[in-house]
T-cell receptor, first 116, second 113 residues
């Protein structure tokens, strides 16, 4: 597909379980971002990848959150021992990162995570 | 600490009229600003941007105004159409090789037919 693809689109899990969220960026995009949107809140930055490395992980809320990116393409966001406050829409975005003032992020449709 | 603030959570406008969506920021290092539009169950899509060297950028029905001294920007939609009904996010970034976008909470715009 031409756009950013995220899976699953919806995930319901029990408190304490681990979850993995997947993001397929647009082919050729070197930069990849994870954001989340909790109810009534804005988009909260989680982590940024340039290629396979993560220069900025400052937004990860706790050590239960981790992310990796392989082959400069697919990224996985893992949340261990989920808590109810982790419930949110997790959005992935990618961009060419050719120049900051021309950069536009292309977002996927998100994964709606519900922790019961 | 919210560095990008969209203080009005919602706005309702009659079709054909002007919609004005406001955004304030606190970080004086921000020098690039964007507006994104989001429909339910979809990801945000880029709408329009402006760099701090300008005070206005126009694209069709959409115009963004930047007032650096007031740390304020606004998005004008003229004329508003029912299809413009969506959540609008203001975003900003600062210089740096690994800069990221900081988003506001969004404004829900409803355009009444």
């Amino acid at each position: 597909g031409a756009g950013v693809s995220q899976s699953p689109s919806n995930k319901v899990t029990e408190k304490g379980k681990d979850v993995e969220l997947r993001c397929d960026p647009i082919s050729g995009h070197t930069a990849l971002y994870w954001y989340r949107q909790s109810l009534g809140q804005g988009l909260e930055f989680l982590i940024y990848f340039q290629g396979n490395s993560a220069p900025d992980k400052s937004g990860l809320p706790s050590d239960r959150f981790s992310a990796e990116r392989t082959g400069g393409s697919v990224s996985t966001l893992t949340i261990q021992r989920t808590q109810q406050e982790d419930s949110a829409v997790y959005l992935c975005a990618s961009s060419y990162r050719t120049g900051r003032l021309n950069e536009k992020l292309f977002f996927g449709s998100g994964t709606q995570l519900s922790v019961l | 600490d919210q560095q990008v603030k969209q203080n009005s959570p919602s706005l309702s406008v009659q079709e054909g009229r002007i919609s004005i969506l406001n955004c304030d920021y606190t970080n004086s290092m921000f020098d690039y600003f964007l507006w994104y539009k989001k429909y339910p169950a979809e990801g945000p899509t880029f709408l329009i941007s402006i760099s701090s060297i300008k005070d206005k950028n126009e694209d069709g029905r959409f115009t963004v105004f930047l007032n650096k001294s007031a740390k304020h920007l606004s998005l004008h939609i003229v004329p508003s159409q029912p299809g413009d009904s969506a959540v609008y996010f203001c975003a900003a970034s600062a210089p740096g090789a690994n800069s990221k976008l900081t988003f506001g909470k969004g404004i829900t715009l409803s355009v009444r037919p």
